[in-house]
């Protein structure tokens, strides 16, 4: 089992930033979690993708392309989500995900609200 846990969210000005972290645990399990992505949920919208490591590379929604960047520490077995020049759009509540035998497993979530 697998748990993950979010962290860094708060509010932050328009302009402003703030970076976001997840951390992944494993349970019975000697092999640790793939850490894998970055997706938010608006008020009242469906969730959506908004920054991954896919085959070794980041990709990143049209939407954060340019503002946002994810990493990890493998040793940490973290996963970061630097969140630049934010705009009141972005808020949401930012989950990460995780990969360990084929079963992706999410957090709870962390807040972020942007607003003046």
């Known amino acids: 089992q697998v748990q993950l846990v979010e962290s860094g969210g708060g509010l932050a000005q328009p302009g402003g930033s703030l970076r976001v972290s997840c951390v992944a645990t494993a349970t019975y399990s000697s092999v640790n979690p793939m850490l894998v992505g970055w997706y938010r949920q608006a008020p009242g919208k469906e969730r959506e993708f908004v920054a991954a490591f896919t085959r070794g590379t980041t990709t990143y929604a049209d939407s954060v392309k340019g503002r946002f960047t994810i990493s990890r520490d493998s040793a940490k077995n973290s996963l970061y989500l630097q969140l630049n020049s934010l705009k009141p759009e972005d808020t949401a509540v930012y989950y990460c995900?995780?990969?360990?035998?084929?079963?992706?497993?999410w957090g709870r979530g962390t807040l972020v609200t942007v607003s003046s």
């Open positions: 995900n995780a990969i360990l035998n084929g079963i992706t497993y």
